[in-house]
Nanobody
Framework: QVTLVESGGRKVQAGDSLRLSCAASIRTVSVYAMAWFRQAPGKEREFVAAITWSVGTTEHADSVKGRFTISRDNVKNIMYLQMYNLKPEDTATYFC????????????????????WGQGTQVTVSS
């Protein structure tokens, strides 16, 4: 089982930076990949970035490339999302997700591919 807890979300001004954290409690299973998604009210859940847990290979959505960077500390079992130059359109609830170790195709941007989800942390960017 994997339990994920996001933290770090808060209200900021446009242009500010913010770092989100996802603390993972990993028990009985291994993790292949973890990811950040975000969801604004009335919108579908949107892929932000993903990372493989052991090697650290990353993938970022086009909408955040150059501004957001995903990383992980696989000793402390913490995943981070460093966000620069935040914009009002970044306002959303940000969710942490994890996929169990698997040989299946890597579907980074598909919410249904992930096995575990956190409760989310709210990021609000004011203009």
């Amino acid at each position: 089982q994997v339990t994920l807890v996001e933290s770090g979300g808060r209200k900021v001004q446009a242009g500010d930076s913010l770092r989100l954290s996802c603390a993972a409690s990993i028990r009985t299973v291994s993790v292949y990949a973890m990811a950040w998604f975000r969801q604004a009210p009335g919108k579908e859940r949107e892929f932000v970035a993903a990372i493989t847990w052991s090697v650290g290979t990353t993938e970022h959505a086009d909408s955040v490339k150059g501004r957001f960077t995903i990383s992980r500390d696989n000793v402390k079992n913490i995943m981070y999302l460093q966000m620069y130059n935040l914009k009002p359109e970044d306002t959303a609830t940000y969710f942490c997700a994890a996929r169990r170790s698997d040989t299946a195709a890597t579907l980074w941007s598909t919410p249904g591919w992930y096995d575990y989800w956190g409760q989310g942390t709210q990021v609000t960017v004011s203009s």
